[in-house]
């Protein structure tokens, strides 16, 4: 179904655009739903030249290597922009996308998005700010893998799901609203799954694990100082 203007007005890249340019895109707008679980782009699938958004829900980027393991690049929730490659590369998806919980994918056309980007060149400026960003978080994590040790780096991951994701507050600390599993932690931070589990019980007096991946910050204070280098 084609997109509504509120939906338009969700995605990071159209905000502040007036209801006229909105108005204007809509008929380039698809609107799709995906189950929790389903497959929305393959690695390797020639895609559309569309931009692909996430409107409600979130999803999950991982690739899969030569030997089976997956790895996950990141997870984007409502509002973010996705598989650039669609846009402005080569057309090959180059990871795959999977709905990590009931979502709604909005896509436009190129063509119509370049009119409109012609139009009001801040779309153009939020996306650019949007890669930058997304460059950054991987030159942090190849150095990550590269030069800190795996408690820093399931410290910092903890965070920015904190961070990206929001927190609730709890009787025991601050939970996150996002479940990380021990699986999802250990293929987002280069670790194996028993690694990942030995580490998180080192630091229960810090960060409570609990069954379903529900993560709970008992001292945010002392998270902060591991995921410094700080403190072991």
Do not use: W
Not at 5 to 29: C, M, N, R, W, Y
Not at 68 to 95: C, D, H, Q, V, Y
Not at 150 to 171: D, N
């Amino acid at each position: 179904m084609q997109a509504s203007l509120e939906q338009l007005s969700q995605i990071i890249v159209f905000a502040g655009l007036e209801t006229a340019d909105q108005k204007s895109l809509q008929p380039h707008t698809l609107v799709q739903h995906h189950p929790k679980g389903e497959i929305i782009l393959h690695e390797g699938d020639r895609l559309p030249a569309k931009l692909y958004a996430v409107v409600s829900g979130s999803i999950q980027v991982t690739k899969i290597a030569t030997t089976g393991k997956e790895t996950i690049l990141r997870a984007l929730a409502a509002g973010e922009i996705f598989a650039a490659p669609a846009l402005l590369g080569n057309g090959i998806s180059p990871a795959t996308v999977t709905a990590e919980s009931d979502c709604e994918i909005l896509s436009i056309q190129r063509d119509a998005l370049l009119k409109a980007i012609q139009q009001n060149p801040d779309i153009a400026l939020r996306m650019l700010m949007i890669f930058n960003t997304r460059i950054q978080l991987l030159h942090e994590t190849v150095h990550g893998l590269v030069s800190e040790r795996a408690i820093v780096r399931l410290a910092r991951l903890i965070q920015y799901f904190a961070t990206e994701f929001g927190t609730k507050s709890s009787p025991q600390g601050t939970s996150l609203k996002v479940k990380l599993s021990y699986y999802r932690m250990a293929r987002s931070s280069g670790i194996t799954y028993e690694e990942c589990v030995r580490l998180i019980k080192s630091i229960n007096s810090v960060v409570a694990y609990s069954r379903g991946g529900q993560i709970t910050i008992l001292d945010a204070q002392k998270l902060d100082a591991i995921a410094s280098g700080d403190i072991e």
